[in-house]
């Protein structure tokens, strides 16, 4: 149990009693400003831990920002000492390092002894500092300029043991596809008044290509007929068991240009342990019809699935950068609400999961690709993170846009979240979808008029 003279730091603290593991533990916090100085109090097993933190803020923002550092970094010191362990991010459990960085940066400071208060090992601050460098030519172009439109297509071939998304398989949701997609149809009509200039579409899912060609066809057709699409055009196209040269063809011909083939393994016994129906042997596959069109390769990546080892994932990295794709996105497995891991796992503890994650920075660096987007997610294995990596002139605007909130975010689907980046980027306000796919089908004219209120 926690108990805080301040309600409103109980969720950051939680973040980090949870990131060790002792959520059952009894803690009392207490945390007093005076004088310009943050005096912070934490009783933990019979002891008490005092720590003072010199700050003058100016406003409520600015002390409520504060003060939420500090009580985090006071908890995560006093469990650090206490159980004997450290984590590679320390006490920053935000899911945008880089989000912060550019917070210092911005304010003219260097980003670099703030990290190494909240103790991030040296690895991931220069982690941090390359992919600043990787982002800088997109983040100074698209920062509060124009906007990024995001498709929902939430189908599946069927439902992987980590995977969180509302999304459904499609043998069993096969009935609302025609509704859906004419739903989905509707609404983007209704965005042409709100975008004013498309920095990016990515159609996600989902497995987007585990829909029929013809139904593919009428959604690239709406988005052709209200925007240009002059622009970076992703499908996550998913699974290798669902890609055809039908739907590369259609989709190279209406004007995509990006296709993520998500295989998660090179290893066809992790695949079968994590309810992947398909192959090794058809990730090369999908791989090598998707190259023909000339597209932009992504491979995603995850670290710690299903009893692996080190070189197990190493192996798997390998593959994926002899393949010499534009992208590769390295996930570290997490433990997400909703997912069939969760009901079986209560706390993740994937052995050499820090070698993973260091094999992969090494083979991927090696291999002439750098970091050029960063996220973390609760519940990762040893509290890592997720990078995507690029070649050259490769890295994805899409993700860079979208993962550091420099422009506005239109979404479209079930489970799709707007957001309209104020200018400054200070202001963030969101209109989220219905998750289930019948109550997205009922409210359509509801989700049009709000989405069309918030840009308005």
Not at 229 to 237: G, H, I, K, Q, S
């Amino acid at each position: 149990m926690l108990k805080t003279n301040c309600e409103f730091l109980n969720a950051e603290i939680m973040d980090v009693i949870r990131l060790f593991g002792c959520e059952d533990e009894d803690f009392s916090y207490e945390m007093i400003y005076e004088g310009g100085v943050f005096y912070n109090s934490v009783d933990y097993n019979g002891v008490t831990y005092r720590f003072k933190e010199p700050c003058v803020c100016s406003g409520d923002t600015e002390f409520k920002r504060y003060a939420k550092r500090f009580a985090k970094l006071a908890f995560y010191n006093v469990l650090s000492k206490e159980k004997g362990v450290s984590f590679p991010w320390g006490a920053l459990t935000g899911i945008r390092p880089t989000k912060l960085a550019y917070s210092e940066v911005n304010a003219g400071r260097d980003f670099v002894p703030l990290f190494k208060k909240f103790q991030v090992i040296d690895p991931n601050i220069s982690l941090i500092q390359r992919i600043l460098d990787e982002q800088k030519e997109i983040y100074l172009k698209n920062k509060a300029n124009g906007e990024d439109l995001f498709i929902s297509l939430p189908f599946c071939p069927t439902k992987c043991e980590y995977c969180s998304f509302i999304t459904a398989p499609i043998a069993a949701t096969r009935q609302y596809v025609d509704a859906y997609v004419d739903t989905l149809i509707k609404e983007i009509y209704s965005l042409k008044p709100i975008v004013t200039k498309l920095n990016s579409i990515y159609i996600g899912g989902g497995t987007p290509f585990v829909l029929d060609c013809d139904k593919l066809e009428r959604i690239y057709a709406a988005i052709n007929d209200v925007f240009d699409v002059n622009c970076e055009f992703t499908v996550e196209a998913g699974r290798p068991d669902v890609f055809s040269e039908d739907k590369l063809k259609l989709s190279k011909d209406c004007g995509v240009n990006r296709i993520c083939v998500n295989p998660q393994s090179f290893s066809d016994a992790t695949l079968e342990k994590i309810g992947r129906k398909h192959t090794t042997k058809q990730t090369y596959s999908a791989y090598e019809m998707a190259a023909k069109y000339g597209f932009d390769i992504n491979l995603d990546l995850i670290a710690g699935l299903a009893d692996e080892t080190a070189e197990d994932f190493a192996s798997s990295v390998r593959q994926a950068a002899d393949l010499s794709p534009a992208n590769i996105t390295v996930h570290t497995l997490s433990l997400k609400a909703g997912a069939r891991l969760k009901e079986n796992v209560s706390r993740l503890n994937v052995k050499g999961i820090g070698d993973m994650v260091a094999l992969s920075r090494d083979i991927l660096t090696e291999s002439g690709y750098a970091p050029y987007y960063l996220y973390r997610q609760k519940y990762q294995a040893g509290g890592n993170e997720n990078v995507g990596w690029s070649k050259p002139s490769k890295a994805c605007v899409y993700n860079i846009d979208v993962m550091e909130e420099i422009c506005s975010n239109i979404a479209a689907g079930a489970n799709a979240i707007s957001k309209r980046v104020f200018s400054g980027g200070e202001r963030i306000e969101r209109y989220a979808s219905p998750k289930d796919i019948k109550t997205y089908l009922s409210k359509a004219d509801e989700i049009i008029s709000k989405r069309s209120i918030l840009f308005f």
